[in-house]
Nanobody, 115 residues
Framework: QVQVVEFGGGSVQPGGSMRLSCVASGDTVRIYGMSWHRQAPGKERELVAEVPSGGRTNYADRFTISRDNANTVSLQMNDLKPEDTGVYYC??????????????WGAGTQVTVSS
């Protein structure tokens, strides 16, 4: 089995910063791309940032996604705005020992930007 767990989240004032981390573990023969997604209240889940296998850091507007090692990815969020509020999910593209490849998702972590 594969587990994807997000760390971080919470409440922050507008203009503040927050860092999220994500670790994939278990039956992970190889982890390809990793990504962060966000689902705001009443809206569909959307891609925030992604980093492919072998990639290191990608920049997406006010957010920076970094591949810290083979199974860990972080998301640095700066100048946060109320519209950034939502549940943030980490996803990992994983090949397991049975040679299957699948996207695994974490349970999500709540980020609230409010004064």
């Amino acid at each position: 089995q594969v587990q994807v767990v997000e760390f971080g989240g919470g409440s922050v004032q507008p203009g503040g910063s927050m860092r999220l981390s994500c670790v994939a573990s278990g039956d992970t023969v190889r982890i390809y791309g990793m990504s962060w997604h966000r689902q705001a209240p009443g809206k569909e889940r959307e891609l925030v940032a992604e980093v492919p296998s072998g990639g290191r850091t990608n920049y997406a507007d006010r957010f920076t996604i970094s591949r810290d090692n083979a199974n860990t990815v972080s998301l640095q969020m700066n100048d946060l705005k109320p519209e950034d509020t939502g549940v943030y999910y980490c996803s990992a593209d994983v090949q397991t020992t049975d040679f299957r490849r699948w996207d695994y998702w974490g349970a999500g972590t709540q980020v609230t930007v409010s004064s």
